[in-house]
């Protein structure tokens, strides 16, 4: 159950250019994923790791996009927070749309339960805080109706190590209930450690599910980047060949 708590630290902002880079809808395919892909320096506190951002489609058992990092904990909020030692805050598990405070991620009709933040505008901490029982670098989401004034930030013991809003994610973020560039599973790479996340939003609302997280090893991810960018780089040159005279 979600209860009112004490107030987190406010969420570090970090320093983002990239947004411009990446065309939301082109994130459909491993291709296009490879295309979109941002990698981001997480210029927050001391941390000096390089973020890297992916999308992905994929369809869990009840068609709702979900991690394809093998290995992650899954939270799916059909049995309220498990999957997390934790959750607190000024959030719901929630199901279906309630006009004005909270819309299903994506599929209007879905009656799958999902996480809404806040609850309530009107108190003052407009955040859920959830607990890992270890410490993770790779976290992936259902974001649905990505807002800018959505938040979503990683903690070490309690401190802010990360933070990114709607807006790194796709532009504009402007809360669309359908469009796959504002609702779309979210990866993201070689975080500093953690092992808290903070979903915060000024207004309704922050909706997500099928929360994941694990410990990836840097060289399994970069393995797999360099793996796709080759593959492109194989494609090109067969064109190239097929288009040399005979
Ligand atoms: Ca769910
Ligand atoms: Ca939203």
Redesign the pocket.
Known sequence: MFMLFKKQPEAVQCLHNHASTFTGESHLTLKYAIRGLLVVGALCGASANAVTITYDSTLDAQGIPTTTVAGATVVNFSAGCTGYTSCSGNGLIVQGSSPGRY?APGLLSDTNPYLSVPLDLSQTTLSATLLLPTTANYFGLFW????DY?TLSFLLNGSTVASFTGLDITSPAN?NQSAPATNTYVNFFDLPTFNGVVIS?TQ????SDNHAYASVPEPATLALLSAGLLGMGVGRRRRKVTSMPA
Not at 144 to 147: L, R, T, Y
Not at 204 to 207: D, I
């Open positions: 819309a649905g109706s990505i807002d959505n809360g939003s309704y609302a922050f909706e």
